[in-house]
């Protein structure tokens, strides 16, 4: 069994930056990709980054893409979302997500298990 929890969310206003954490417990944290995917409401959940077992490789979203930045920490089993210049459109609750495989994936049917998720409010 795996756990994720998230924390770091908040509300902020529009311009300014957060950073979400995930720590991870259950099993070999360093040996997986992660994600974080968030959810507006009426919305169906999307993709936000994503990043390789060993960090090398990441990947975002355009929405995200230049204000965002997913890394990871293996030796303290947490992987964290640098979020920036954030906009209004950003608010929805984030959750990260690991799957069994070293690759990413930007599609939530690929992720095995999912945190409970951490509230992103941005306003204007």
Do not use: H
């Not at 930056?17 to 169906?44: D, H, I, N, V």
């Amino acid at each position: 069994q795996v756990q994720l929890v998230e924390s770091g969310g908040g509300l902020v206003q529009a311009g300014g930056s957060l950073r979400l954490s995930c720590a991870a417990s259950g099993r070999t944290f360093s040996s997986y990709a992660m994600g974080w995917f968030r959810q507006a409401p009426g919305k169906e959940r999307e993709f936000v980054a994503g990043i390789t077992w060993s960090g090398d490789s990441t990947y975002y979203a355009d929405s995200v893409k230049g204000r965002f930045t997913i890394s990871r920490d293996n030796a303290k089993n947490t992987v964290y979302l640098q979020m920036n210049s954030l906009k209004p459109e950003d608010t929805a609750i984030y959750y990260c997500a690991t799957r069994y495989y070293s690759s990413s994936s930007s599609s939530p049917d690929e992720y095995n298990y999912w945190g409970q998720g951490t509230q992103v409010t941005v306003s204007s």
